[in-house]
């Protein structure tokens, strides 16, 4: 789950608001690998500060999410990439036990100034670049 913290007063935290992914939204649970928040972007780079904060979220890609009014943070686009040849199955249990699926992982997000956003997949599904398109491409005022 993401957790928006007001750090106005460094020593007094306050929880403001949180988000996450249904999981029923693509049925996250059942797909294989790790479902939840991971990371976000760390670059923060004007055209997305304060505005759109980017979410790698494991087998649910990367998600778009708005900022602007940091007590209700609401998505406004996503990517889940698809699983390729390459792509690692993950595994739980053990020997006899265990059970396997080939599932993407997005595990890092980044930005740079010129609005693409990309996401890295720790299952070696590969190094996706993206561009925003629709709301989300609004939101950061985007041309």
């Not at 988000?19 to 055209?47: K, L």
């Not at 249990?93 to 930005?111: L, R, W």
């Not at 720790?122 to 005022?141: C, F, K, S």
Request: with cysteine; hydrophobic share 35%.
């Amino acid at each position: 789950m993401l957790r928006i913290f007001d750090i106005t007063p460094e020593t007094r935290p306050l929880a403001v608001a949180t988000w996450t992914v249904p999981e029923a939204s693509g049925n996250f649970c059942g797909r294989g690998g790790r479902f939840g928040t991971h990371s976000t972007n760390e670059n923060m780079t004007p055209i997305y500060y304060k505005k759109v904060l980017f979410v790698a979220h494991f087998n649910a890609g990367v998600r778009a999410v708005d900022v602007r009014d940091p007590y209700h943070p609401k998505e406004i686009g996503y990517y889940v990439p698809a699983i390729t040849d390459k792509t690692d199955k993950r595994c739980v249990g053990t020997g006899a036990d265990q059970k396997c699926k080939v599932a993407i992982q997005t595990n890092n997000v980044d930005v740079d100034d010129r609005g693409y956003v990309y996401a890295a997949d720790r299952a070696n599904t590969g190094l996706h670049i993206l561009e925003l398109t629709g709301p989300a491409r609004q939101v950061a005022n985007l041309p």
